[in-house]
């Protein structure tokens, strides 16, 4: 069975670091795209990035671009969002999914960042 | 960046009834389109890729058809657990992009 089970909620201060994962299981890691996906309180998706982790290709949307790093470590199926100083518009719930497709998803990481 | 317009923002009908949603692409993006549905605290759902092929465990009163920049997603007859948020997504061209949704809310 194929599952994305994400870190955990978070609550942090403006400009404090922070890095999110997403574990994988039931299927080949490196041979799968994983995406990242935002949304704010009450609002739509945002896609914000990709990462092929079988050999790390990342791809952003220009919305995020300089505003998260995505890495992965395919030796522990696990992808990563890192942020280096949040501020209180990082405020959302941020999904993993995996592929193009968006064909499985996490459960969602809660991130809060308020002072 | 493609950017794709979902009309409308909300529809209301009543269960049993059929739903038409519609997704436009500012560019042709062949058939590289899906459909995901959201209920209030999930994670979103795939229920349709490749513009027309229902994923996994979808019921079949879920249809979705179109190419290039217009398509649609049809649910036949509404049940109960059909109201929801759903998305279209592109995946035709980087940076991948969503639509703003519709909200299908009971009459």
């Known amino acids: 069975e194929v599952q994305l089970v994400q870190s955990g909620a978070e609550v942090k201060k403006p400009g404090e670091s922070l890095k999110i994962s997403c574990k994988g299981s039931?299927?080949?890691?490196?041979?799968?795209?994983i995406a990242w996906v935002r949304q704010m309180p009450g609002k739509g998706l945002e896609w914000m990035g990709i990462?092929?982790?079988?050999?790390?290709?990342?791809r952003y949307s220009p919305s995020f671009q300089g505003q998260v790093i995505i890495s992965a470590d395919k030796s522990i199926s696990t992808a990563y969002l890192q942020w280096n100083s949040l501020k209180a518009s990082d405020t959302a719930m941020y999904y993993c999914?995996?592929?193009?497709?968006?064909?499985?998803w996490g459960q969602g990481t809660l991130v809060t960042v308020s002072s | 960046e493609i950017v794709m317009t979902q009309s409308p923002a909300t529809l209301s009908v009543s269960p049993g009834e059929r739903a038409t949603l519609s997704c436009r692409a500012s560019?042709?993006?062949?058939?590289?389109l899906a459909w995901y549905q959201q209920k209030p605290g999930q994670a979103p759902n795939l229920l349709i890729y490749?513009?027309?092929t229902r994923a996994t465990g979808v019921p079949a009163r879920f249809s979705g058809s179109g190419s290039g920049t217009e398509f649609t997603l049809t649910i036949s007859s509404l049940q109960s657990e059909d109201f929801a948020v759903y998305y279209c997504?592109?995946?035709?061209?980087?940076?991948?992009?969503f639509g703003q949704g519709t909200k299908v809310e009971i009459k």
């Open positions: 039931g299927y080949s890691f490196s041979n799968y795209w």
């Open positions: 997504q592109q995946y035709n061209n980087w940076p991948r992009t």
């Open positions: 990462i092929y982790p079988g050999d790390s290709d990342t």
């Open positions: 490749d513009a027309s």
């Open positions: 560019q042709s993006l062949s058939s590289n």
């Open positions: 999914a995996r592929s193009s497709k968006l064909d499985y």
